[in-house]
């Protein structure tokens, strides 16, 4: 973070309220303390966040006195864009990938830090801690710069980005033993309890749009549940769990079998999913 | 669900302790697109219950099309989907895997001829290096190749683990072989701690747990290798480096100076010498968002505050008195080249180094090395992939270390300023035989209008104490004093000015 900040003339924090934001915002007090963050946090709102994360970002970020610009994509929200109308694909290209990189355009932003982590999903492996964006803000795997040491090449050419992953070699385990550590505040819906769910098998959907279809007779429960990751409501399933503590969370993490992402409707819309999300510009 | 009454804060407490005091071991792995590498970081990963079930459900749904088995290891690891449609991997991944010893951190690369350049890029940030020898095949070319990218990488352990043991029917002998031909190999590189271990990754003999199939091999498995081989001695026993990252100024009363801890340790009340500056002075306080240290060492994110009011710039280097860094405007060092675009001579690159960017010429390319035989081999170009001796001059003054005494102060990356490539990872051997005169101290100049003014913090006789600058206008005297004071390396007046100072 120092280095993007000596060497980037307008970077940003995409602050996308879940805990490895948290984590990153706890590592940007520590990196310029006893100075101030001496940047601004971009929230891309889909407009289909949980309540309670949007609460929890205004909250959090005025305590901490951060600068926080919050990006929704109008037009794609106006247009009727929802995972059920338009499938997954179509909806996260209008409302997070467009979203987005509008508005990285618009604050004339040329470094952008995000919590993505490489042991999040397969092709996030290879990604660089400095990674590359042209002019259109797409990532291209062949043609990334390799990093060697600790030493990152911050150079670019007007118009062209960087995508900066600080937390890059951090395992889940590892943002969760820190959260604890730390005592970093993070949003409820990590946390176990009574939830109106649409139970489907082993999947949870949880019903605060009124536009995700239910089955023929279905009705929603109160299921015992919490949240692994969090992105928007229709397209993050909760999991079964009575984990109401990080030290709950953490044992139930040492003992799961199922990796973090898997909730996540739009990985698995195809093979290879995430790649291609990437390389036409998501985050 | 059974309710079981589990004293869940307490225990997790001493979890929590246990945890963060496990140390990190970084480690790379080489081996061409045959010799199972995939399979023996899928097999670590698999092992130590490191993959998830539905990874693991979404590698044997993959595999069915390229009518595997059961599972395919090696799927765990080819992230991209142009490396599953070819078989190959093309680029550096990383891979996270901990045991209740140590957490660790793989850097898995490609060992095909071409991908030099991901091995060196993987080797860079590694304390250890698995190379892999199929036991089909014995030593080939490319172990040696392996062996000398860890040895000038600095790599300080070498594990050398014989693969496909099941395919030779466990023999020992054929173990042994290797492990002979290999130690003539590593007879070149004294400072590399080496270990042999026959495996096979397929079958898990010898990877997590010692195998039955080979009762004649007695040392540990190579899990259990990784897991206590001790690493980080060397960084944090090297003289104290703090190349300022940042200055810290919130307000008129506080200036601190953050970064990270390249090596050694510190104190409040260690006598400093900052450099290029080569002043002395002590540290005061080293601050952190969680309060004071009473002393930090390597790795570790500080803001050192300082006893005496020094004006300290970003890329200044904070060393312990003791063992000062070297300085000079020219160094000689080893590049590996990684750019399809090759090296040219008198070019001007931006370099990185610790925590500064400069202007930096590539004066001569010495020798060209045979990343084959170690040895000179003829021709002075450098092309992708290829290893090379050159000697770079920097406009500002260079404050480094070799790259055997110290990597964070003895690496750097060469960028092209057209393309913003990184185009070459260096590793400093020394100062360049030609400039390896100090710089005056205390004397600077500037040119102004074609006149020349020399300046000197003390003047330039004893007796006066601030001289007026001295003002040169003949155009022969200008000529004779610009030329030896290059020679003499007197730095321009102001400090931060760019090459094109220089060349006036």
Not at chain 1, 36 to 56: A, N, Q, R
Not at chain 2, 58 to 80: C, E, H, W, Y
Not at chain 2, 337 to 360: F, I, M, S, T
């Amino acid at each position: 973070m120092r280095e993007v900040v000596a060497e980037c003339q307008r970077p940003v924090l995409l602050y996308s309220i879940g805990k490895d934001s948290s984590v990153l915002l706890r590592l940007a007090q520590k990196a310029f303390y006893p100075g101030k963050i001496p940047f601004p946090l971009l929230h891309v709102d889909t407009g289909y966040k949980f309540g309670e994360m949007i609460e929890f970002r205004d909250r959090y970020t005025a305590e901490l006195g951060l600068k926080l610009i919050v990006h929704t994509n109008r037009p794609g929200a106006e247009d009727g864009a929802n995972p059920f109308a338009w499938g997954t694909q179509r909806c996260c290209g209008a409302l997070k990938t467009t979203s987005l990189l509008d508005a990285l355009r618009e604050g004339g932003f040329d470094a952008a830090m995000g919590g993505a982590r490489r042991d999040e999903e397969r092709s996030r492996a290879k990604e660089r801690v400095f990674s590359f964006r042209d002019t259109r803000g797409q990532w291209d795997p062949r043609n990334q710069r390799p990093e060697l040491w600790n030493l990152f090449n911050t150079r670019i050419h007007p118009g062209e980005s960087l995508r900066v992953f600080p937390l890059s070699n951090w395992t889940e385990l590892d943002v969760w033993q820190y959260i604890y550590a730390e005592k970093i505040p993070i949003v409820p819906l990590y946390f176990a309890k009574p939830r109106l769910m649409l139970a489907r098998g082993d999947s949870l959907l949880p019903v605060e749009q009124p536009f995700v279809p239910r089955l023929p007779g279905e009705e929603p429960q109160m299921v015992m549940c919490r949240m692994r990751s969090l992105g928007c409501s229709p397209c993050t399933g909760a999991i079964r769990s009575d984990a109401d503590t990080v030290p709950k969370i953490i044992e139930e993490l040492i003992s799961v079998r199922r990796s973090e992402r898997q909730n996540r409707v739009i990985d698995h819309d195809q093979d290879g999913s995430m790649e291609i999300k990437k390389q036409e510009g998501y985050f | 669900m059974a309710a079981v009454a589990s004293p869940v804060e307490n225990s997790f407490d001493e979890f929590l302790a246990l945890e963060q005091k496990k140390d990190l071991l970084r480690f790379t792995t080489a081996g061409s697109v045959d010799d199972g590498k995939s399979t023996l970081i899928g097999r670590l990963l698999y092992d130590s219950r490191s993959v998830y079930d539905d990874q693991l459900e979404s590698v044997t749904k993959a595999s069915a099309g390229r009518n595997a088995g059961t599972i395919d290891f090696s799927l765990l690891t080819d992230g991209l989907r142009a490396e599953r449609e070819q078989g190959i991997t093309i680029d550096v991944a990383y891979r996270y895997f901990s045991t209740p010893k140590r957490k660790f951190i793989i850097a898995d690369t490609p060992g095909h001829e071409q991908y030099t350049r991901n091995m060196v890029t993987g080797a860079s940030t590694a304390e250890l290096a698995i190379v892999l020898v199929d036991a089909r095949k014995g030593v080939l070319e490319q172990s040696r190749r392996h062996a000398y990218i860890a040895g000038l990488l600095g790599i300080e352990q070498l594990v050398i683990a014989i693969n496909k043991m099941d395919l030779v029917g466990y023999d020992e002998a054929v173990f042994r072989q290797i492990e002979t031909d290999f130690r003539k190999i590593l007879a070149r590189f004294p400072a590399i701690e080496s270990y042999f271990v026959p495996v096979s990754a397929l079958a898990g003999d010898n990877i997590v747990a010692r195998s039955r199939n080979m009762p004649w091999f007695e040392g540990q498995s190579l899990l259990e290798h990784l897991e206590t081989v001790p690493v980080g001695g060397r960084v944090r026993a090297a003289a104290f480096r703090f190349p300022v990252q940042r200055v810290v100024r919130p307000d008129q009363e506080f200036r601190g100076y953050a970064g990270t801890i390249a090596s050694g340790t510190v104190r409040p009340g260690d006598r400093v010498v900052i450099w290029p500056s080569g002043r002395e002075t002590t540290i005061a306080r080293i601050v952190t968002f969680d309060g004071d240290l009473e002393k930090a060492e390597a790795g570790k994110s500080v803001t050192l505050t300082l006893a005496q009011e020094i004006d300290l710039s970003r890329g200044d280097v904070i060393a312990s008195r003791e063992e000062a860094p070297q300085k000079t405007h020219g160094v000689e060092a080893t590049l590996v080249w990684l750019n399809e675009k090759p090296a040219e001579v008198g070019k001007r690159y931006r370099l990185k180094h610790a925590a500064r960017q400069d202007w930096a010429t590539l004066k001569q390319i010495d020798r060209r090395i045979s990343v084959q035989t170690l040895d000179e081999e003829p021709g002075h170009a450098l092309e992708l992939n290829a290893i090379g001796q050159v000697t770079i001059e920097t406009a500002r003054a260079f404050v480094f270390d070799n790259y055997a005494r110290n990597r964070a102060t003895g690496s750097f990356i060469l960028i092209d300023p057209a393309t913003n490539a990184t185009v070459a990872a260096g590793m400093i051997s020394g100062a360049a035989k030609s400039s390896a005169i100090e710089p005056l101290a205390g004397i600077s100049w500037r040119m102004e209008n074609g006149t020349l003014i020399l300046a000197s913090e003390e003047g330039f006789t004893a007796s006066e104490k601030s001289a007026e600058p001295l003002q040169i206008e003949d155009p022969e005297a200008l000529e004779a004093l610009r030329h030896l004071l290059r020679r003499l390396r007197v730095r321009p007046f102001n400090t931060d000015s760019s090459e094109s100072d220089w060349e006036i």
